[in-house]
């Protein structure tokens, strides 16, 4: 069994800054890819950031050079760093990740966090 736990959400005003963590743990193989969606009420999710287990990142144009995605592999963490945060961020950030539990199936699988709530006030 595989969980992704959030932490690091809150309540911040315009400009301020947070920084977001997700530890995957369980019987993990090996994880591709790790990244950050997020949700606001009557909105799709959308993707915020994304990085490879080479360090590759990708990010939202509406992210970009304010959020930082970053990631430990020894502790199957990633962090997103956010900053001049805006109204507009508010919303509930997922971590996901895609991995393997076993090497036999060579079969990755996604997997989402419960979500952790980021609320920017004006």
């Known amino acids: 069994q595989v969980q992704l736990v959030e932490s690091g959400g809150g309540l911040v005003q315009a400009g301020g800054s947070l920084r977001l963590c997700c530890a995957a743990?369980?019987?993990?193989?090996?994880?591709?890819?790790m990244g950050w969606y997020r949700q606001a009420p009557g909105k799709q999710r959308e993707l915020v950031a994304v990085?490879?287990?080479?360090?590759?990142?990708n990010y939202g144009d509406y992210v970009k050079g304010r959020f930082t995605i970053s990631r430990d592999n020894a502790k199957n963490t990633v962090y997103l760093q956010m900053n001049s945060l805006k109204p507009e961020d508010t919303a509930v950030y997922y971590c996901?990740?895609?991995?393997?539990?076993?090497?036999?199936?060579?079969?990755?699988?996604?997997?989402w966090g419960q979500g952790t709530q980021v609320t920017v006030s004006s």
């Open positions: 990085i490879t287990s080479g360090g590759s990142t």
């Open positions: 743990s369980g019987s993990i193989f090996s994880i591709n890819a």
């Open positions: 996901h990740a895609t991995l393997r539990t076993d090497y036999a199936s060579g079969v990755y699988n996604n997997y």
